[in-house]
């Protein structure tokens, strides 16, 4: 489902009403991390940004929501996730309450730590 948007804002906006909720905390949640996040569309999707890589995506999907997140942190925690439908770096689901928003943080939050210290050695 391609969402025809200005910015991350309208994105949220032009989404099913019922899932604007989840995609605004979403949001949040990434613009947490750090006061170095930075947002924007990039492949359709509100994408996250630190260092110049990225942090996190999202999306609102013709039957779910994805969110995207680091490939090797997610599989270490796997386990969090419980039954939600994972690929290889991200997590689908019809509902953000059966999604663990302290193991996403974590991810997150370690994700922008690896960037930070990659960066600091470049």
């Not at 019922?18 to 613009?31: C, E, F, S, Y």
């Not at 509902?95 to 470049?122: F, G, W, Y």
Request: charged share 25%.
């Amino acid at each position: 489902m391609h969402i025809e948007a200005s910015d991350v804002a309208d994105y949220i906006d032009k989404c099913p009403p019922k899932r604007q909720d989840a995609l605004r905390i979403l949001r949040d949640l990434a613009l947490s991390i750090g006061e170095d996040v930075a947002e924007n569309l990039e492949y359709g999707m509100p994408t996250y940004w630190t260092d110049g890589q990225v942090l996190c995506a999202f999306a609102s999907q013709k039957h779910h929501m994805s969110l995207y997140l680091d490939v090797d942190l997610l599989a270490s925690h796997r386990a969090a996730f419980g039954k939600l439908n994972c690929g290889k770096s991200c997590v689908r689901f019809t509902s953000l309450d059966k999604v663990p928003l302290d193991t996403v943080t974590a991810i997150l939050t370690e994700t922008r730590n690896r960037q930070a210290q990659a960066a600091s050695k470049a």
